[in-house]
């Protein structure tokens, strides 16, 4: 386990979010993500398919363990000219190197795309899910928080999240899914007994703890 220290006294849970352009507004810093009691870090890598942040995953020398690991479903295969089977295959590779350097691991789906056929974004997330399974890892859907017909919520290429609405949802949807996944566990709840969830965004937090419901014991984490 990763222990970091602030003035405060209150020990923080590192998570590591692996991921694509969608990351960069959070490793600038144009968009905060609420840190109460997590400190995040990113591996962020514009464009990067799923094969593609393999090799930096292999590559990548990261000195601290991160309690947690949050890999964001590359959305960038949409584009790679391949079919959703060998978009499955580079992604189970990719499970299999983060998992080959960490144990704690799940997985958030990638944002929809207003410029990408709806249907074919819909077969790949299929994809992904059914791949994530089999490697035993948890897969979290985050579709039905960017509604389509809010195009506000979007750039203007239609790819990428806005820094004001956008990015923002992607922001709550990492930090509560963080923080369920490692809140589940004794002794981040007997470290953190005075915790207050901070005011971001309270609709967001319900709906993740309505369709990220926390594990039970440990059973759910192994793998098979």
């Known amino acids: 386990m990763a222990d970091v220290f602030y003035g405060t006294g209150w020990r923080h849970k590192l998570v590591l979010v692996i991921g694509d352009s969608h990351l960069r507004s959070f490793v600038e ?3 905060a993500v609420p840190e109460d009691h997590i400190s995040l870090g990113y591996s962020c890598t514009p464009g990067a398919t799923a094969e593609e942040l393999r090799q930096e995953i292999l590559g990548e020398n990261i000195p601290l363990s991160p309690d ?3 890999l964001l ?3 960038n295969n949409l584009t790679a000219n391949m079919t959703t089977t060998e978009a499955g295959k580079d992604f189970t590779h990719l499970m299999a190197a983060v998992l080959h350097r960490w144990e704690n691991v799940i ?17 790949l997330r299929n994809e992904y899910h059914r791949a994530a399974a089999r490697m035993g890892l948890k897969y979290l859907s985050v579709v ?4 389509l017909k809010h195009s506000k919520l979007w750039c203007k290429d239609g790819v990428h999240l806005s820094d004001d609405f956008g990015t923002p949802i992607l922001a709550d949807l990492l930090w509560a899914s963080a923080y369920l996944e490692l809140n ?4 981040f709840m007997s470290r953190s007994l005075s ?4 005011v971001f965004n309270p609709v967001i937090a319900e709906r993740v703890r309505q369709t990220f419901p926390p594990k039970e014991g440990n059973d759910s984490q192994k793998r098979h």
């Open 195 to 198: 915790y207050r969830p901070p």
């Open 73 to 75: 479903a590359p959305s």
């Open 29 to 31: 810093a144009v968009v």
């Open 144 to 147: 039905h928080h960017f509604p």
């Open 107 to 123: 997985v958030l789906d990638f944002p929809p795309r207003l410029n990408e056929d709806i249907q074919y974004q819909g077969h």
């Open 68 to 70: 947690l690991v949050v």
């Open 184 to 187: 589940t566990t004794r002794e």
